[in-house]
């Protein structure tokens, strides 16, 4: 750590408009030298971040071991993800290299839970079709029918912080909320929620919500064997990781009517689609393009978080934490690299 100094420079990669005026804005309590850069962070692009100790980063930067060892050789001493999930660092290569990486675990969860709450009103009561359909001026609600979400079953795979905050509003609506985590929250408890296996939960379910972190575990928990087990129809939610739904396996479901309703936020292959304005270009993805296709998918792309509120909290933590390392302290939100 860089004990005694109390300003230090920081490479902020994957920056937008917005990330470099709320980060220069909380940075003015601290002082750092903030050096913004536009592009993603990877190992042709690291050698940017000559002069810092620091980097700070985003979701779709790639952080593996050759960008890792890349800015360890040029001095870099922390990585401060602008984020609360890490699955795109490789810890093992930043604890023998000794780079110390942080995150930015608890920003608004409201963000996050009250997207998914516009992706279920919008897909069961069909608003985007609708939004269309009024400015042709067509006025007909054939294919509009919804369905009351009072007395529908939810169920919440993860019940951390944005799990439980779902959790919350959806509750409100008058639906039976069950959960999976193999660690019961008891603010969620609290609630009346109950916790089951995941085979009874997507079993009973009519909405299914992902919260749980990307992991090796946890890599296509919804899989062909898992949708088979679900209700026919069933609405998924996915503002977790992409990765945690194997998307071919989704599409067959959608194909065949097992998967009545789908809403994505993130998707397995969404690095270097995602963040960018690419409405001049042929997609070449195609099952993603595939995706598109579907009258019962709602995508947007990995705005969940996107609010005023979390991104001032996300800056402001992050310039703690860049100070924290910067006075030689403790780091408050340091992941633990030793497992
Ligand atoms: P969190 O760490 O507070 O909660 C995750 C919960 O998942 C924990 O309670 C954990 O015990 C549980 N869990 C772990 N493995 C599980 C498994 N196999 N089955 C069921 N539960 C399991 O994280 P959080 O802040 O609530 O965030 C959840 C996820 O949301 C993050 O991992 C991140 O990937 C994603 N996220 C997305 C956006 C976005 O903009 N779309 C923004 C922030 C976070």
Redesign the pocket.
């Known amino acids: 750590m860089a004990s005694g100094t109390s300003s230090v420079s920081v490479a902020v990669f994957s920056t937008k408009e917005y990330d470099e005026r709320y980060l220069s804005e909380a940075n003015r309590e601290h002082g750092h030298d903030l050096r913004f850069f536009e592009a993603g962070l990877n190992s042709r692009t690291a050698p940017l971040a000559e002069g810092c100790e620091v980097v700070c980063a985003f979701v779709n930067d790639d952080i593996g071991p050759d960008t890792v060892n890349q800015l360890a050789d040029h001095g870099v001493q922390l990585i401060a993800l602008r984020?609360?999930?890490f699955n795109h660092v490789d810890l093992q290569t930043a604890a023998l290299r000794g780079i110390v990486v942080v995150r930015v675990?608890n920003y608004s969860?409201h963000a996050?839970a009250e997207h998914c709450i516009g992706l279920i009103l919008s897909l069961n009561r069909k608003i985007y079709r609708a939004y269309n359909r009024v400015r042709e001026s067509n006025f007909s609600l054939v294919g509009l029918l919804g369905f009351d979400l009072h007395g529908k079953t939810v169920g919440v795979?993860?019940?951390?912080?944005?799990?439980a905050r779902f959790a919350e509003i959806i509750s409100g609506f008058g639906t039976t909320v069950i959960a999976?985590?193999?660690?019961p929250?008891p603010r969620v408890l609290e609630l009346g929620v109950t916790y089951h296996s995941?085979d009874e939960v997507l079993a009973r379910s009519d909405i299914v919500s992902l919260?749980?972190?990307?992991?090796p575990?946890?890599h296509h928990?919804i899989n062909a064997d898992r949708l088979s087990g679900m209700k026919d129809g069933v609405m998924v939610i996915n503002?977790?990781?992409g990765a945690l739904i194997d998307t071919a396996a989704v599409i067959d479901a959608l194909k065949t009517g097992k998967v009545g309703y789908l809403g994505l936020?993130?998707y397995e292959e969404e690095a270097g689609l995602f963040f960018e304005d690419l409405s001049d270009e042929v997609l070449q993805d195609d099952v993603f393009s595939r995706l598109l296709t579907f009258p019962n998918v709602l995508v947007t792309g990995?705005?969940?978080?996107?609010t005023a509120e979390a991104l001032s909290d996300i800056a402001e933590t992050t310039m703690m934490s860049i100070s924290e390392f910067a006075a030689g302290e403790e780091m408050t939100y340091a992941l633990d690299l030793s497992s």
């Open positions: 984020s609360a999930g675990p969860p996050v795979i993860g019940t951390g912080t944005i799990g999976v985590d193999p660690y929250n995941i919260h749980c972190p990307l992991t575990e946890t928990l503002t977790s990781r936020d993130v990995h705005q969940a978080f996107f």
